[in-house]
């Protein structure tokens, strides 16, 4: 029995391959008002009235995928067959997203179902022409399945911060998470900094180089002081606008930090504001495999609570541990805890993948 289907959006598909189709036509436009024979002009013509599009229409729709889930596998179908079925049993499912820059200007991005099988064996299956919301709901709802599948729904921590399967459904008191603010509001404002100085040392430097220049062209006499000012103030300024942006988005993140975040069998509480499980409409958290090749740096780990009245983001550390980031080591308990806060509801933590 199919419980879901997730199908590519035609019109992402679409919006990405116009580009090159664009380019295609122009160019053989341009061919066929060159200095060419009549018989390679109308060639040109046909293929491009004929073929390109044909050719833009066949990738369409060999990039436009349906992905069926039933309560035992998981089908990937195109034009109406699948190629591509594997049951759900003694495996575990993760983002995965490839990102990749041309010239750093041109961004392309992938995304895959991470799929990791009992023996610890990966294989990464591409979800073509995906939206970033409908991706976040299939990978959720195969990590639900997974955990169903598997027999149990994931641990929760005790109030001791022990793992304990018996109290997955949070028939328990509650759990407490001290998140270090202090320690990664440092992070932050090593990463502020970093950024400031950067930026000034850039702009002075170019600054410099063109008083050197004006230097080497003649000599500076009082009556050029008024100039030299004026030429401070343009190197400065932009510093000083670049400098405040950088400290009204680094203000922006403090406040984004929790202190306390306590899950109970009916409410979850963060710091000061709580929400009962039936107010919550949704809860989207980074997945805690958040993979992103090629570019990890800086990437918050994110909850995002909404209910009808509200919104909430809270910053939860960087998805990754390396230098100048801070990853917070209970994430993964606190997302376990979270998700089955929910499940009583018949809901799941929805993953941001970015």
Not at 19 to 36: K, Q, Y
Not at 117 to 141: H, M, P, Q, V, W
Not at 193 to 210: E, M, N, P, V
Not at 231 to 255: D, N
């Amino acid at each position: 029995m199919i419980k879901s289907i997730y199908r590519s959006s035609l019109w992402l598909i679409l919006l990405k391959s116009l580009p090159i189709f664009i380019l295609t036509e122009a160019f053989l436009f341009r061919v066929s008002r060159g200095d060419v024979s009549e018989t390679l002009r109308l060639a040109v013509f046909l293929f491009g009235l004929m073929i390109v599009p044909a050719l833009l229409v066949l990738y369409i729709l060999y990039n436009s995928i349906t992905i069926q889930i039933t309560g035992e596998e998981i089908r990937f179908s195109r034009l109406g067959k699948n190629y591509l079925v594997f049951p759900v049993a003694s495996r575990s499912f993760s983002a995965y997203k490839q990102t990749e820059t041309i010239e750093n200007i041109i961004r392309l991005t992938a995304r895959f179902i991470r799929v990791t099988d009992a023996s610890g064996n990966t294989d990464n299956y591409r979800c073509y022409g995906f939206s970033k919301e409908s991706y976040e709901r299939l990978i959720s709802e195969l990590q639900a399945i997974g955990e169903d599948i598997s027999g149990h729904v994931r641990p929760d921590l005790t109030a001791d911060g022990n793992s304990d399967l018996q109290r997955s459904h949070l028939p328990f008191g509650g759990v407490q998470f001290v998140f270090p603010r202090d320690l990664f509001s440092k992070t932050l404002l090593h990463g502020f900094l970093r950024k400031s100085i950067g930026s000034a040392l850039i702009f002075l430097t170019l600054g410099a180089a063109g008083f050197a220049a004006v230097l080497m062209q003649r000599q500076i006499k009082s009556s050029d002081l008024p100039y030299i000012l004026t030429g401070v103030g343009v190197v400065f300024l932009p510093i000083a606008v670049i400098v405040l942006c950088l400290w009204f988005s680094h203000q922006g993140k403090l406040k984004k930090i929790p202190g306390t975040i306590r899950v109970t069998d009916s409410a979850l509480q963060i710091d000061d504001l709580a929400w009962r499980r039936d107010e919550i409409f949704e809860i989207k958290m980074t997945s805690e495999n958040a993979y992103i090749e090629n570019d990890t740096l800086h990437r918050f780990r994110k909850i995002k609570i909404r209910t009808a009245e509200m919104q909430r983001t809270y910053l939860l550390g960087h998805i990754d541990g390396r230098k100048n980031c801070f990853c917070y080591p209970e994430y993964s308990d606190l997302y376990k805890s979270i998700n089955a806060f929910l499940r009583p509801a018949g809901k799941n933590v929805i993953m941001i993948t970015y």
